[in-house]
């Protein structure tokens, strides 16, 4: 059984950029949310999808945003790139709008702006 | 005051011994407590997870909740080298339009010595 995929593992990007980062969802689970976890801190939540709908929203800027599809699997795109948005990215999915309850997360994307 | 304070370490400690982690927080509302372990550039792992206040038990490791003092725990006996990581709590509550995102410690970086 698959656990959370995410992809890419690694991306460097420039400043001002856009980036996507994707996710699968662990089988059975038809929740994603998305945490960005910078060096030395604890991840912090962005936003958490289900139905294909933007359920709760953490405190980042109107530049990130998300999607999820039909098949659960979810996006994340970051515009207009910072430095500061250099981080892990952890996608984490479970089940139901509850499912944050017993989340698994993936191995991340790593984030390097330049 | 942040919501949730956890001492970052390091802590060191001898192959054997009684590991006590430990997170303060802020916010009565929490009702979900979490802890997860985080190798270095991987994923947080889910260890242990409670609702509300009480023990938790599963083999070598013990989660404690204490809700009147927002406190929570997190014991590991008969340490092992293996066990030496970053350990993440974590807490969540249901804001009745389905459950927030997850908020993390800054995560405490445990070293075992063989």
């Known amino acids: 059984d698959a656990g959370v995929t995410q992809s890419p593992t690694h991306l460097i990007k420039t400043r001002g950029q856009q980036v996507t980062l994707r996710c699968s969802p662990k089988?059975?689970?038809?929740?994603v949310s998305w945490y960005q976890q910078a060096l030395g801190q604890g991840p912090q939540f962005i936003f958490q999808?289900?139905?294909?709908?933007?359920?709760q929203r953490g405190n980042f800027p109107d530049r990130f945003s998300g999607h999820q599809f039909p098949n659960y699997s979810s996006e994340l795109n970051v515009n207009a790139l910072l430095l500061g948005d250099s981080a892990l990215y952890l996608c984490?999915?479970?089940?139901?709008?509850?499912?944050?309850?017993?989340?698994?997360f993936g191995q991340g994307t790593r984030l390097t702006v330049v | 005051q942040k919501e949730v304070e956890q001492d970052p370490g390091p802590l060191s400690v001898p192959e054997g011994a009684i590991v006590s982690l430990n997170c303060t927080y802020s916010?009565?509302?929490?009702?979900?407590f979490m802890w997860y372990r985080q190798y270095s550039r991987k994923g947080p792992e889910l260890l242990m997870y409670?609702?509300?206040?009480g023990n938790k038990e599963d083999g070598r490791f013990t989660a404690q909740v204490d809700k009147s003092s927002k406190y929570i725990s997190l014991f590991i006996r008969d340490s092992q080298p293996s066990d030496s990581a970053t350990y993440l709590c974590?807490?969540?509550?249901?804001?009745?339009?389905?459950?927030?995102?997850?908020?993390f410690g800054k995560g405490t970086h445990l070293i075992i010595q063989p």
């Open positions: 916010n009565s509302a929490f009702q979900y």
């Open positions: 999808y289900y139905e294909e709908e933007e359920r």
């Open positions: 974590a807490m969540g509550h249901d804001s009745g339009g389905g459950a927030d995102g997850l908020t």
């Open positions: 409670t609702y509300s206040s």
């Open positions: 089988s059975g689970h038809d929740t």
């Open positions: 984490a999915s479970g089940l139901g709008t509850l499912g944050f309850a017993e989340a698994f």
